[in-house]
């Protein structure tokens, strides 16, 4: 293909996707297969000499659509909502003809000028203090884990990195049973390990219990670990629980520990002033993530 085919085959992928939209609701939301279905009708070799791309666009339809769970359908409920605007879809087009590597300044001005805006934009949006800022990470698993390495760092007075932790005292970190799987997944990579996360017992309304998280630092304390951070939610993912954040921070802070909040799941109703009451406080977090591709309309990156 060359970029005048391009231009052919993007005008037909446009129309492909419009028709697909329209008429997505008269699907089932799930496929009725089973594992190994979509394998069979694939090649067990790839091919040695190229095919038309009429042959590849036939082959994406008839294999593709009816394979897939849809995500945009109106009738999916499941995980979390997921409403990719048409204006995002366009963007990913245009930056998929760009094809930049934004890792750098010089390897990518304009990417990482808009980007830095944009979050300032965001910041704004959803009420935040002028003191925060932030990037755009793959996913909120790997925000959370940036998030748990500055803690362990933190902790260790930036020697982890140096001399590992072999040698260095047994961190601690902090969070409720209701948080993320990615927490737990952050311990372990981490090298601070799942032993190492204590998930602190809830109150009745599902926030962690503040005295109980208080106890157990001080009884590790005692114990002689060394207390890194805590990990507060808005918006656990099993049943949408809200952490009190005000008084998680200032527990964290009598401390002098790192805080981190997963609003990944429900950050982003934020952008609503009569729901900003639900993570009170966040302006006292050292670190905050939320997913605009649940709710405010964005593409899957």
């Known amino acids: 293909m060359n970029h005048d085919e391009l231009n052919h085959w993007s005008k037909r992928a446009a129309d492909w996707a419009r028709d697909y939209h329209k ?25 040695e000499q190229a095919e038309p791309m009429e042959q590849i666009f036939a082959d994406f339809e008839s294999i593709v659509p009816g394979a897939t769970t849809h995500w945009q359908h109106p009738r999916f409920f499941a995980y979390f909502p997921a409403n990719a605007s ?18 750098l300044w010089q390897t990518a001005p304009a990417a990482n000028e808009i980007e830095a805006v944009m979050i300032n934009w965001l910041r704004g949006a959803m009420g935040l203090p002028d003191t925060f800022t932030g990037t755009i990470h793959d996913s909120a698993t ?18 982890g990195n140096k001399a590992g932790l072999s040698a260095l005292p047994r961190l601690r970190l902090y969070a409720s049973g209701e948080t993320h799987s990615s927490i737990d997944k952050g311990a372990r990579i981490a090298g601070i390990g799942q032993d190492n996360l204590v998930k602190i017992p809830t109150t009745d309304g599902f926030a962690m219990d503040t ?24 918006g656990g993912t099993s049943i949408g629980a809200y952490d009190d954040i005000r008084a998680t921070i200032a527990v964290a802070k009598a401390h002098n ?45």
Request: hydrophobic share 50%; glycine share 6%; proline share 8%.
């Open 257 to 301: 520990l790192y805080t981190h909040v997963d609003a990944a799941w429900a950050g982003s109703a934020m952008i609503c002033p009569e729901f900003r009451p639900l993570w009170d406080g966040i302006e006292g977090a050292d670190s905050i993530v939320f997913n605009p591709h649940k709710w405010l309309g964005a593409q899957f990156d």
């Open 142 to 159: 790997t925000t959370t884990l940036a998030a748990i390495l500055t803690m362990r760092e933190r902790a260790l007075n930036w020697e």
């Open 23 to 47: 008429t997505l609701r008269d699907q089932p939301v799930r496929p009725q297969l089973t594992p190994g279905d979509v394998a069979t009708k694939l090649p067990t070799q790839a091919p």
């Open 86 to 103: 048409p204006a995002s879809m366009l963007a990913e087009q245009l930056a998929n003809a760009i094809a930049g590597q934004a890792m």
């Open 211 to 234: 005295d109980a998280l208080d106890a157990a630092i001080r009884a590790d304390l005692d114990a002689g670990f060394l207390p890194a951070g805590v990990i507060a939610c808005t």
